[in-house]
């Protein structure tokens, strides 16, 4: 039960940004920067759905299964993963997923950004370097892991609904996201 009133059957951050759409507005605005705009920025190597890996990443170690669910249904989607194996694999244990030793590094520098932004350590920055990211790929995953450290308490400070065991609700909220980005008529 929400801590407040919210618009009963509205789930995750829709029924909070549904309750205040002044702020669901800059917030989806800068989700769509972090996980849509700038994966085409010239210095940008991260695509859309490793950028969700990211957020999908953080929601999970922040336990916030609305947005570790619907952030991984998104990026599921962008990379080709029906069956949720590459998400799955990457929230247990993204050492050892099949993703490359880029996102390996900068995934190692999300969970320090999760813990705090003081865990961050010049090593971890330099080892993505040298894995090949650049400074936007840098700058970018530090604000997503601190955006979705934010989002994840917004939507578990409120106590909002999820829907558990509907994988479906997720995946077609996902199509909705791919096409039409995150939106302040229809959030997250």
Same mark, same amino acid.
């Given at each position: 039960?929400?801590?407040?009133?919210?618009?009963?059957?509205?789930?995750?951050?829709?029924?909070?940004?549904?309750?205040?759409?002044?702020?669901?507005?800059?917030?989806?605005?800068?989700?769509?920067?972090?996980?849509?705009?700038?994966?085409?920025?010239?210095?940008?190597?991260?695509?859309?759905?490793?950028?969700?890996?990211?957020?999908?990443?953080?929601?999970?170690?922040?336990?916030?299964?609305?947005?570790?669910?619907?952030?991984?249904?998104?990026?599921?989607?962008?990379?080709?993963?029906?069956?949720?194996?590459?998400? %799955?694999? !990457?929230?247990?244990?993204?050492?050892?997923? &099949?993703?490359?030793?880029?996102?390996?590094?900068?995934?190692? @520098? =999300? +969970?320090?950004?999760?813990?705090?932004?003081?865990?961050?350590?010049? %090593?971890? !920055?330099?080892?993505?370097?040298?894995?090949? &990211?650049?400074?936007?790929?840098?700058?970018?995953?530090?604000? @997503? =892991? +601190?955006?979705?450290?934010?989002?994840?308490?917004?939507?578990?400070?409120?106590?909002?609904?999820?829907?558990?065991?509907?994988?479906?609700?997720?995946?077609?909220?996902?199509?909705?996201?791919?096409?039409?980005?995150?939106?302040?008529?229809?959030?997250?």
């Amino acid at each position: 039960m929400p801590h407040i009133d919210l618009i009963p059957g509205i789930h995750g951050i829709r029924g909070p940004m549904t309750f205040s759409p002044e702020t669901a507005r800059p917030l989806n605005d800068l989700a769509n920067v972090l996980l849509r705009a700038n994966a085409h920025h010239p210095d940008s190597t991260l695509n859309e759905g490793e950028r969700e890996l990211i957020a999908t990443y953080v929601s999970a170690r922040n336990d916030c299964y609305f947005c570790q669910t619907i952030h991984g249904a998104v990026a599921s989607h962008h990379l080709g993963d029906t069956e949720w194996t590459l998400v %799955e694999s !990457v929230k247990c244990d993204y050492q050892t997923a &099949a993703i490359s030793d880029k996102l390996k590094a900068l995934l190692t @520098i =999300a +969970a320090s950004v999760q813990q705090g932004g003081k865990y961050v350590t010049t %090593e971890q !920055v330099e080892a993505a370097r040298l894995q090949g &990211a650049t400074d936007r790929d840098i700058h970018d995953t530090v604000l @997503i =892991a +601190a955006a979705f450290c934010l989002f994840n308490r917004y939507v578990d400070g409120l106590a909002t609904t999820a829907p558990v065991n509907n994988p479906d609700f997720y995946r077609n909220r996902a199509i909705g996201v791919v096409a039409n980005g995150y939106a302040a008529a229809d959030p997250q």
